[in-house]
């Protein structure tokens, strides 16, 4: 099960001129929770303090009883690989490699090798329906199959943390709405929190906690401040 999440005083500085400020909040293990915002408010760059991919210029991350941004990098990219599930806006699938040879990259690097990885690579894309597309490389792949092969990498090490940076952003309003339920049932099948940015309306209204970076100051009665 996972463990709660808590920012507090996050500020970062992209150098000179960009200051961004960040809201403190505390969100349960096991929780959903909708990023939204408009376009350059830093919804990806908080994403990516949650995952360990950046550290804020000041404030506190912490992940249970870890301080996320008072790692060194290599526990940081201990802690990404093992607890961190990422379903990136653009996917980053090597374009080298097969669908599945791409979840057993992500397997590796959360220390999942040999047979036991290739049974667990293969059940996770079966179950995301790509029984059949195994030895496909990404750009054999339809927008949406290359979009589960993400999600399929990202879930397959049974993340605590499921991020997913604009999941539907690439797909029609149907598929769209399925890409969400499905992140919704994998996170909840493993118990994992589960954090979506989304700048999508249709996709922010079905989330019951809601955080706007546009709006920094709202409160809302589920994220107690830190
Ligand atoms: N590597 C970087 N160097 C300098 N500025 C950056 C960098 N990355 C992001 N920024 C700036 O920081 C701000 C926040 O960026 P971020 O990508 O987090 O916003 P966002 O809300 O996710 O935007 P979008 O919805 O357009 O993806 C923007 O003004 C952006 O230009």
């Keep these: 099960?996972?463990?709660?999440?808590?920012?507090?005083?996050?500020?970062?500085?992209?150098?000179?001129?960009?200051?961004?400020?960040?809201?403190?909040?505390?969100?349960?293990?096991?929780?959903?929770?909708?990023?939204?915002?408009p376009s350059g408010v830093g919804k990806t760059t908080w994403l990516h303090f949650i995952a360990g991919l950046l550290t804020p210029t000041s404030g506190q991350v912490r992940y249970g009883e870890v301080t996320v941004n008072a790692l060194s990098e290599a526990a940081r990219d201990s802690y990404r690989a093992s607890t961190v599930g990422y379903v990136f806006q653009d996917f980053h699938l090597m374009p080298g490699y097969s669908a599945l040879e791409n979840v057993l990259l992500g397997l590796g690097l959360a220390g999942v090798r040999?047979?036991?990885a290739n049974v667990r690579a293969r059940e996770v894309l079966g179950s995301l329906g790509l029984?059949?597309?195994l030895n496909h490389s990404p750009r054999q792949?339809?927008?949406?199959?290359?979009?589960?092969?993400?999600?399929?990498?990202?879930?397959?090490?049974?993340?605590?943390?499921?991020?997913?940076?604009?999941?539907?952003?690439?797909?029609?309003?149907?598929?769209?709405?399925d890409a969400v339920a499905l992140l919704r049932r994998t996170a909840a099948e493993l118990g994992a929190t589960l954090i979506v940015v989304s700048h999508d309306p249709a996709v922010v209204e079905t989330f019951p906690r809601r955080l706007?970076?546009?709006q920094p100051a709202a409160r809302f009665p589920e994220l107690v401040p830190a």
Excluded at 8 to 23: A, E, I, K
């Design 1 to 37: 099960m996972a463990d709660s999440l808590a920012l507090s005083g996050v500020v970062h500085r992209y150098g000179p001129d960009v200051t961004l400020h960040y809201p403190d909040l505390q969100l349960p293990g096991g929780a959903e929770l909708v990023i939204s915002g």
């Design 114 to 116: 040999g047979p036991q």
């Design 131 to 133: 029984a059949g597309r």
């Design 141 to 177: 792949l339809s927008t949406g199959e290359r979009q589960r092969v993400a999600l399929a990498r990202a879930v397959a090490h049974r993340p605590a943390l499921l991020l997913a940076d604009e999941p539907t952003a690439h797909l029609d309003p149907s598929r769209g709405a």
């Design 212 to 214: 706007d970076l546009g």
